[in-house]
């Protein structure tokens, strides 16, 4: 199973992966809360607050209790990214 996306790789527990036609798909979608959003675009949690109200970065859902963005929204948005160049 190849997760790699632009160098980014973002890991989904073997059971939520489905193997249909060569292809792997998501049968559940995976959520991630601020922690781990936090972790993997490599930014603070005041960042993350600032990007969301300058509407720079994807909202979590809106339903009771912690914050949560679906794991493909995040991914969606950083293959959106400017990527840098060393």
């Known amino acids: 199973m190849n997760n790699h996306a632009a160098g980014l790789v973002l890991s989904w ?3 939520l992966m489905k193997l249909q036609n060569g292809r792997d798909v998501m049968r559940h979608k995976k959520m991630m809360n601020t922690k781990q959003v936090c972790e993997f675009v490599g930014i603070s949690r005041t960042t993350l607050y600032r990007w969301m109200a300058d509407d720079i970065f994807p909202r979590p859902l809106d ?3 912690p914050l949560k963005w679906p794991a493909d929204d995040i ?3 950083s293959l959106s990214c400017p990527r840098r160049r060393y």
């Open 13 to 15: 527990p073997r059971h």
């Open 63 to 65: 339903r009771p209790g």
């Open 75 to 77: 991914l969606e948005w």
